[in-house]
Nanobody
Framework: QVQLVESGGGLVQPGGSLRLSCAAS????????MGWYRQVPGQQRELVAA?????KTNYADSVKGRFTISRDKNTVDLQMNSLKPEDTAVYYC?????????????WGQGTQVTVSS
């Protein structure tokens, strides 16, 4: 019932920039947070950045100063600057809601970000 549509991934050279966007729709209840995670094959999915409904933001140490997350209603964007090869991964949009007193997570299908010369 809940869908997350992602866009903005692609191939970029080291030092370049990309902007990821995610729009949520469907039976969305009380939103706790929206954010972005990334995953490399064979590794755990890790938090990149998240924005709570209260306006607080969290960033992975590896992206602080380079990435900026912004949220407006049911959308969340991730501006990625000064990209490095180690940023290469599949990026997933995440939505966390409060449903009948319990937290639930929804995920986008993933968008590939490749940083290479």
């Amino acid at each position: 019932q809940v869908q997350l549509v992602e866009s903005g991934g692609g191939l970029v050279q080291p030092g370049g920039s990309l902007r990821l966007s995610c729009a949520a729709s469907g039976n969305i209840f009380s939103i706790n947070s929206m954010g972005w995670y990334r995953q490399v094959p064979g590794q755990q999915r890790e938090l990149v950045a998240a924005a709570t409904s209260g306006g607080k933001t969290n960033y992975a140490d590896s992206v602080k100063g380079r990435f900026t997350i912004s949220r407006d209603k049911n959308t969340v964007d991730l501006q990625m600057n000064s990209l490095k090869p180690e940023d290469t991964a599949v990026y997933y949009c995440n939505l966390e809601i409060n449903y009948r007193g319990s937290e639930r997570d929804y995920w986008g299908q993933g968008t590939q970000v490749t940083v290479s010369s």
